[in-house]
């Protein structure tokens, strides 16, 4: 079955770039979309389609996807970003939604 | 504004049922593939199952394969999961989730309802 990597944890200080990544056997094939997590709260879909943003997403968030290499980039990183943050792809060999296991993010 | 809300969550021992629904309002639902994602405590996203439009393609994940069935009624505005054989590694939130069109992921989620199994 297909799996996406994700680095458990990122740490950022105000207003600098976040990158979070998520790896996977030529991700870049696939589209890749992106979830935030707040404690206690449902999942919010963030970035669709590798790089598109559904609307009310800040143009802070972007995202990008080549090779085995799928990333967020969350610029101007503010305290309200802490969150855990999900890839997912369509996995279509098995018919399944794939999920990353997520990277915590830290507004240091 | 387009709402997802859950119920039916609770405690069940192993071995027993629990039927989740949820409800769906803000859009059309028949317009909309839909799926379950459950999150066990501390722990991250896992897919449960998708349903198509009409139901007549159905997934379901290795882990609830043969015990779980997702069901709809677009009618009612309604999604199920209907959840037999319940294992303890079963205990997690589980959210319905809208999916965009043409698979543009989840669009829309729940706020989730509980489900533990313990005896």
């Known amino acids: 079955s ?3 990597t994700q680095a458990p944890s990122v740490s950022v200080a105000p207003g ?3 990158r979070i990544t998520c790896g996977g056997n030529n991700v870049g094939g696939k589209s890749v979309h992106w979830y935030q997590q ?10 669709y389609d590798d790089s598109d943003r559904p609307s009310g997403i800040p143009e802070r968030f972007s995202g990008s996807n080549s090779g085995n290499t799928a990333t967020l980039t969350i610029s101007r990183v503010e305290a309200g970003d802490e969150a855990d943050y999900y890839c997912q792809v369509w ?3 098995t018919d399944h939604w794939v999920f990353g296991g997520g990277t915590k993010l830290t507004v240091l | 504004e387009v709402q997802l809300v859950e119920s039916g969550g609770g405690l069940a021992q192993p071995g027993g049922s629990l039927r989740l629904s949820c409800a769906a309002s803000g859009f059309t639902l028949s317009s909309y593939s839909m799926n379950w994602v459950r999150q066990a405590p501390g722990k991250g996203l896992e897919w449960v199952s998708y349903i198509s439009t009409s139901s007549d393609t159905i997934y379901y ?3 609830v394969k043969g015990r779980f069935t997702i069901s709809r009624d677009n009618a009612k505005n309604s999604l199920y999961v209907q959840m037999n054989s319940l294992r303890a590694e079963d205990t997690a939130v589980y959210y319905c989730a ?4 043409a698979a543009t ?3 829309y989620w729940g706020q989730g309802t509980l489900v533990t199994v313990s005896s």
């Not at chain 1, 707040?38 to 970035?47: D, I, N, T």
């Open chain 1, 2 to 4: 297909y799996v996406l």
């Open chain 1, 16 to 18: 600098q770039t976040a």
């Open chain 1, 38 to 47: 707040q404690p206690g709260q449902a999942p919010v879909l963030v970035v």
């Open chain 1, 91 to 93: 996995d279509s060999s």
């Open chain 2, 61 to 63: 994940a290795d882990s």
């Open chain 2, 98 to 101: 809208r999916e965009g069109i």
């Open chain 2, 105 to 107: 992921g989840l669009d």
